[in-house]
């Protein structure tokens, strides 16, 4: 608000000024405007000092060029790098996609191939069941006829035994 009131009354003095008296106005207008342009040239010519001396105290040019090569080297060897793994990543995705193709031509072989072990499966199951019956059969078959020749073995032995002692109290 300072600055706008300050500015206010150096406007409205100039054109006061202007008013009453042009021609020095203006010629103190161009003295100062030319005042002001040499002021920023010098500035300005001033700052490309700094600036130069800055880039200097930095390093030579040679050394700023050969900074500037390794750099310019760096991003090509990235950009090699990136095009690689471009690369790799597109033929990974080409592998899955021939993967998935494969798999799909296979899934209906795959498919009558579990069909036909399953039919495999079911029909030796049903044998299976059908042989149960005849081994439980053979299996009491072979229990009873395995007890009568137990039986007949038990028989034989008492009737030797008998034998004996009878034979041996008829000798006595």
């Known amino acids: ?5 300050i500015s206010f009354k150096i406007v409205d003095a100039y054109f006061k000024l202007f008013k009453s008296h042009r021609f020095v106005t203006a010629l103190i207008t161009i003295v100062g405007l ?13 700052l490309s000092e700094v600036d ?17 090569q390794t750099v310019e080297s760096s991003l090509k060897d990235l950009t090699k790098f990136v095009v690689n793994e471009r690369q790799k990543l597109h033929d990974s995705q080409q592998l899955l996609d021939d993967l998935k193709h494969e798999g799909e031509v296979l899934k209906p072989v795959v498919e009558a191939d579990r069909r036909a072990v399953e039919s495999l499966l079911e029909l030796q199951n049903s044998r299976a069941a059908g042989n149960l019956s005849k081994e439980r059969w053979i299996g009491f078959g072979l229990g009873v006829l395995s007890s009568v020749l137990a039986s007949i073995l038990v028989a034989a032995v008492r009737l030797a035994f008998n034998y004996r002692r009878r034979t041996a109290k008829a000798k006595t």
Request: net charge negative.
């Open 1 to 5: 608000m300072v600055i706008e009131s």
């Open 34 to 46: 030319g005042v002001a342009l040499t002021a920023f040239l010098e500035a300005r010519k001033n």
């Open 52 to 68: 130069e001396a800055l880039r200097v105290r930095n390093g030579t040019y040679a050394e700023q060029m050969e900074s500037l």
